[in-house]
């Protein structure tokens, strides 16, 4: 291995309470809300194809006119009360809002900007309220911090003189200053999802990163930071020289899953997801798919089955109300949670061979293994291979715990026989395992 000063400082997973916390929430829901709800993907008649809040980028909207966005930004339809109560009734565990995306505006009233939510009409912070509303609702708040800050005057995509080095190290006075007056103003928020970490002029102070994550742990222990952060001295991002994963959980999945277990190298990650391709901000006009309420609940149950959080993002209206299908989402996601949560809170790896007809998952440290079916097969059997060791004590399907008597079909394979092969949504069965020999067939009936 390379001698690294600033690269991973641990070797595995936190196993601490707040991530312990983490760990076991499971399905977040990330807000992007700030000036870019204004233009929404539109300007002067023309649409902005690319994702909404990245516009002021977009050669036909005139810098300085995004800029001054700021004295429009009045949410009269601002409730946090009530977003909270859609993201608890869509059964969201923790929430990640923007209180600066990479335009720099501040939805707090930052002492250490002028571009915030204070020189808006509205002039009120947005995000105490919000954080009170969700922490009453019982969700947790982690708050969303990009680093590339297209309105400081000292930032600075790259180093390339001596001015550009005084101005990056303004820069990271400020960033420190407002990271520490996050934390001052909202002591209930449980962690930072640092975002636009690319630049070089990031990338090649890894020692800041390092440093960075370092002063925020001491200043508000246990908070959980992703591996967007950091960068270690060689410039290496997310894994560190020696391949080691830096932060608290690997952040590299935006709008993309892992395939396989052997894709997470046993670490802890999170997968965050737009409803539209790529859209984050709130755009007028979503172009191409909108992902329903059953692909939603996949990619929610193929993380927990491979050991990761699920992020779904909503990006509210300038006015501070949501869209239409952004609110049927929330709540058919909802129905399916308030029946079967019980199988994705807590929900680990359960280290059962992958089969065709959906995903497995295993309650944190129980012998309780669900299975999440999607793909019902035309047999209406579903085959279970037990791993080694491991006895089958019962099997019952979530919805109406009816029981149900699997086949020994040879060694320690079974079919589960579905009495109903029809399916609207993903259907969860529930085993009851013990750890034993699985030495011989039908150990089922006699455990019965
Ligand atoms: C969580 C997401 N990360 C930001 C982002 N900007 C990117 C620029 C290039 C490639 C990927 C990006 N993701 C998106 O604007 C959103 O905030």
Same mark, same amino acid.
């Given at each position: 291995? =390379?001698?690294?000063?600033?690269?991973?400082?641990?070797?595995?997973?936190?196993?601490? +309470?707040?991530?312990?916390?983490?760990?076991?929430?499971?399905?977040?829901?990330?807000?992007?809300?700030?000036?870019?709800?204004?233009?929404?993907? @539109?300007?002067?008649?023309?649409?902005?194809?690319?994702?909404?809040?990245?516009?002021?980028?977009?050669?036909?909207?005139?810098?300085?006119?995004?800029?001054?966005?700021?004295?429009?930004?009045?949410?009269?339809?601002?409730?946090?009360?009530?977003?909270?109560?859609?993201?608890?009734?869509?059964?969201?565990? %923790?929430?990640? =809002?923007?209180?600066?995306?990479?335009?720099?505006?501040?939805?707090?009233?930052?002492?250490?900007?002028?571009?915030?939510?204070?020189?808006?009409?509205?002039?009120?912070?947005?995000?105490?309220?919000?954080?009170?509303?969700?922490?009453?609702?019982? =969700?947790?708040?982690?708050?969303?911090?990009?680093?590339?800050?297209?309105?400081?005057?000292?930032?600075?995509?790259?180093?390339?003189?001596?001015?550009?080095?005084?101005?990056?190290?303004?820069?990271?006075?400020?960033?420190?200053?407002?990271?520490? @007056?996050?934390?001052?103003? %909202?002591?209930?928020?449980?962690?930072?999802?640092?975002?636009?970490?690319?630049?070089?002029?990031?990338?090649?102070?890894?020692?800041?990163?390092?440093?960075?994550?370092?002063?925020?742990?001491?200043?508000?222990?246990?908070?959980?930071?992703?591996?967007?952060?950091?960068?270690?001295?060689?410039?290496?991002?997310?894994?560190?020289?020696?391949?080691?994963?830096?932060?608290? %959980?690997?952040?590299?999945?935006?709008?993309?899953?892992?395939?396989?277990?052997?894709?997470?190298?046993?670490?802890?990650?999170?997968?965050?997801?737009?409803?539209?391709?790529?859209?984050?901000?709130?755009?007028?006009?979503?172009?191409?798919?909108?992902?329903?309420?059953?692909?939603?609940?996949?990619?929610?149950?193929?993380?927990?089955?491979?050991?990761?959080?699920?992020?779904?993002?909503?990006?509210?209206?300038?006015?501070?109300?949501?869209?239409?299908? @952004?609110?049927?989402?929330?709540?058919?996601?909802?129905?399916?949670?308030?029946?079967?949560?019980?199988?994705?809170?807590?929900?680990? %790896?359960?280290?059962?061979?992958?089969?065709?007809?959906?995903?497995?998952?295993?309650?944190?440290?129980?012998?309780?293994?669900?299975?999440?079916?999607?793909?019902?097969?035309?047999?209406?059997?579903?085959?279970?291979?037990?791993?080694?060791?491991?006895?089958?004590?019962?099997?019952?399907?979530?919805?109406?715990?009816?029981?149900?008597?699997?086949?020994?079909?040879?060694?320690?394979?079974?079919? =589960?026989?579905?009495?109903?092969?029809?399916? @609207?949504?993903?259907?969860?069965?529930?085993?009851?395992?013990?750890?034993?020999?699985?030495?011989?067939?039908?150990?089922?009936?006699? +455990?019965?």
């Amino acid at each position: 291995t =390379i001698a690294l000063k600033h690269g991973a400082h641990r070797m595995g997973n936190r196993t601490d +309470a707040d991530m312990v916390r983490w760990r076991s929430l499971r399905f977040g829901q990330f807000i992007h809300w700030g000036l870019y709800a204004i233009p929404a993907g @539109e300007w002067n008649g023309k649409t902005y194809n690319g994702a909404a809040e990245w516009i002021r980028s977009w050669k036909e909207m005139p810098h300085k006119a995004y800029d001054q966005l700021y004295r429009q930004f009045n949410p009269v339809n601002f409730n946090p009360q009530q977003w909270a109560a859609q993201a608890k009734a869509m059964g969201a565990k %923790y929430m990640i =809002i923007t209180t600066k995306h990479h335009d720099g505006f501040c939805l707090w009233p930052s002492k250490y900007s002028k571009y915030t939510i204070a020189a808006s009409p509205w002039k009120k912070d947005l995000l105490g309220p919000m954080i009170d509303a969700y922490n009453k609702a019982g =969700i947790d708040v982690h708050l969303y911090f990009s680093i590339i800050d297209w309105n400081h005057p000292d930032y600075r995509a790259s180093l390339k003189n001596a001015a550009d080095s005084a101005a990056g190290k303004r820069f990271q006075v400020f960033v420190k200053n407002q990271l520490a @007056e996050l934390l001052q103003r %909202y002591p209930t928020i449980k962690g930072f999802w640092f975002d636009g970490t690319w630049d070089d002029s990031w990338k090649n102070d890894g020692a800041f990163s390092d440093e960075l994550e370092q002063y925020l742990q001491a200043l508000h222990p246990g908070l959980v930071m992703g591996s967007r952060l950091r960068a270690d001295e060689k410039g290496a991002r997310h894994f560190d020289s020696n391949g080691r994963l830096m932060g608290d %959980y690997e952040q590299g999945w935006e709008r993309k899953l892992p395939a396989t277990i052997a894709d997470v190298h046993g670490n802890d990650w999170e997968a965050v997801m737009t409803v539209p391709e790529n859209q984050w901000g709130y755009h007028a006009k979503w172009m191409g798919h909108v992902k329903t309420v059953n692909e939603i609940l996949e990619m929610l149950v193929k993380s927990v089955s491979l050991n990761g959080n699920f992020v779904l993002n909503f990006g509210p209206k300038a006015d501070g109300t949501y869209r239409a299908e @952004e609110q049927q989402l929330a709540a058919g996601i909802g129905e399916w949670m308030k029946v079967n949560g019980a199988a994705v809170y807590d929900g680990t %790896y359960a280290g059962f061979e992958k089969q065709d007809w959906g995903y497995y998952i295993r309650k944190s440290g129980t012998d309780s293994v669900y299975m999440v079916v999607f793909n019902m097969p035309v047999s209406g059997s579903l085959r279970v291979k037990l791993p080694a060791r491991t006895e089958l004590t019962g099997v019952s399907m979530m919805q109406g715990n009816v029981a149900l008597a699997p086949e020994w079909i040879g060694r320690n394979e079974y079919f =589960i026989h579905l009495p109903n092969k029809q399916q @609207e949504s993903p259907m969860v069965i529930l085993l009851k395992t013990v750890k034993g020999e699985n030495k011989d067939k039908g150990n089922v009936e006699k +455990a019965r």
